[in-house]
Every structure is written in structure tokens, then in C-alpha cells.
């Protein structure tokens, strides 16, 4: 009798063990302070394109998606101690990066632009920005390029831990200019009522070497498994169309690009 006791005690341990296992969540990491792709409601919860596209992947691997959110220059430290199991916050894809994470192909695709007053010019060469103040969000690819490239030229780069930050500081006269990813601002700031005034001055911002291959999914170097899993889970949900469902939320084209 003790002993199916026993047996009967073990069986159920391990079907709430196995229970428990296949309802672990997936952890992602955002950072809710970059319109349209993810933003704080006034309630309070997290949306936008990035959080919308997180919920269907999560979907369509049948797993619950938990959000951990925090700024985007800890992002990469909190995957590496396992803090969450992934990222999900518009994280460009280079060879950078990839020394450090392993990114799923690309889920957007959005160049860099510099936002300045209207009217501004800024030659090829970068001289005009020669003594101007131009805001970059820290450990992102703008900020590499403007620490190696126009920071050389004369241009003081100030640095900023979110893009809202940038954004009050540029209407309080503080800075020059802004260089991020062009649709968020955009989208973010130029077509809102702040953004009146401003408007996107000089060339796109592409090279590969600086602004990478599009924005990816961050996993931790090593994770095949689940690499795999949410490219199969991206490629499903622009077969089936969900992904162009969220798209036309937000945007009126296809942010996928090529």
C-alpha cells in the first residue's frame, strides 16, 4: 500500500513538474519608451508594433510571453544572467552585437535619419554639423556611428538613456539635433503636434557596417532551440498574415522592406 502510495505521489509530481514546464513563459525584454514600437498607455501598459508582434509570436509557439521591461542599454546584460530569455525592442542585427547574442533574421527594417529645425542643410561630408549638439540614444547603432563618425568632425554627441528624454530636450532649445531610426521618429515625433518645426535633414543613414542588417530578436548565444523556434514563428505569422494585421496599425507601408 506505501509503496503505490508512493508510486501515485511520484506520478503526480511529475505531471505537475511537466504541467509546470510546458506553461513557463517566455520572457522578453523591451523597452516601452519608443513610439509606435512600444509605448506606455496611459494606464500604463505596454503597446506598439514590437509588444503586438511579441504576443503573436508567442501565439503562435502556444507559449505565454511575460514582458520585462527596462531601458535599452541593459537589455543585453539582463539576457546574459538570464534575467529573460529574450529580446524583443527594435535591437538592430550586427556583427557587433552578434559577438554577443545570436539574432533571429529580421522581423523590420527601418534606416537611420538626422532630425534637426526645418530648413537646416547638412552636406555630405558632415562639416555643417560642425559645433552642434546632436542626441544619440546610448549603446544603440546611432550612437556608435556618431562616436566614431561625427564625433571626429566636430560634432558634440550627447548621449541618452530613451528617445523621450532626447525629444524634451530638443523642444527646450538644449539640442541641435537627433539621429535615431527614421520611423520612430517619425512616427514618434515629427507627424505629433512636438514635432512641429522639425523635419528629417541630410541622407539616409544605411551603411551595414554601422546600422546593420534590420531589427532582430535577441537570444542568448547558444540558444539553437529557441532561435529556431521564433524564425519559424516569424516566417508563420507573415504566411498567415497576422504580421501585416499589426503592420496596418501603425504604419501605412511595409516596414518589412526586402
Known amino acids: 500500500m506505501k509503496k503505490i502510495v508512493l ?46 508582434i511579441g504576443n503573436a509570436l508567442c501565439e503562435q509557439m502556444q507559449t505565454r510571453c511575460e514582458w520585462v521591461e ?15 530569455d529574450a529580446i524583443l525592442s527594435s535591437m538592430t542585427i550586427t556583427d557587433e552585437r552578434r559577438r554577443s547574442v545570436d539574432f533571429t533574421g529580421k522581423y523590420y527594417y527601418s534606416p537611420a535619419r538626422l532630425v534637426m529645425k526645418e530648413g537646416t542643410t547638412v552636406d555630405a561630408d ?8 546632436i542626441a544619440v540614444q546610448r549603446s544603440t ?37 537627433v539621429l535615431a531610426d527614421a520611423i520612430p521618429l517619425d512616427e514618434g515625433f515629427l507627424k505629433t503636434e512636438s514635432g512641429k518645426g522639425f523635419a528629417f535633414v541630410g541622407p539616409d543613414f544605411s551603411d551595414p ?40 496599425k501603425y504604419f501605412s507601408f511595409d516596414i518589412y522592406g526586402e
Open 141 to 177: 547603432t546611432t550612437d556608435r556611428f556618431a562616436t566614431e563618425v561625427l564625433q571626429p568632425k566636430g560634432v558634440e554627441v550627447v548621449r541618452y538613456s530613451t528617445q523621450n528624454e532626447i525629444y524634451l530636450d530638443l523642444l527646450a532649445g538644449r539640442l541641435d539635433g
Open 126 to 133: 558632415f562639416a555643417d554639423l560642425k559645433g552642434k549638439r
Open 209 to 248: 557596417h554601422y546600422f546593420g542588417e534590420g531589427a532582430g530578436i535577441a537570444v542568448r548565444k547558444g540558444d539553437a532551440e529557441l532561435l529556431d523556434k521564433l524564425n519559424a514563428a516569424i516566417a508563420a505569422i507573415r504566411a498567415n498574415g497576422r504580421y501585416q494585421a499589426i503592420q496596418s
Open 70 to 84: 527596462q531601458e535599452f542599454d541593459g537589455l543585453i546584460p539582463s539576457l546574459k544572467v538570464r534575467k529573460v
Open 7 to 52: 508510486l501515485s505521489s511520484l506520478a503526480l509530481g511529475l505531471l505537475a513538474s511537466s504541467l509546470f514546464a510546458a506553461e513557463k513563459p517566455l520572457r522578453l525584454g523591451i523597452e516601452a519608451a519608443y513610439p509606435p514600437f512600444a509605448y506606455k498607455t496611459p494606464e500604463g501598459a505596454i503597446a506598439g508594433f514590437d509588444y503586438d
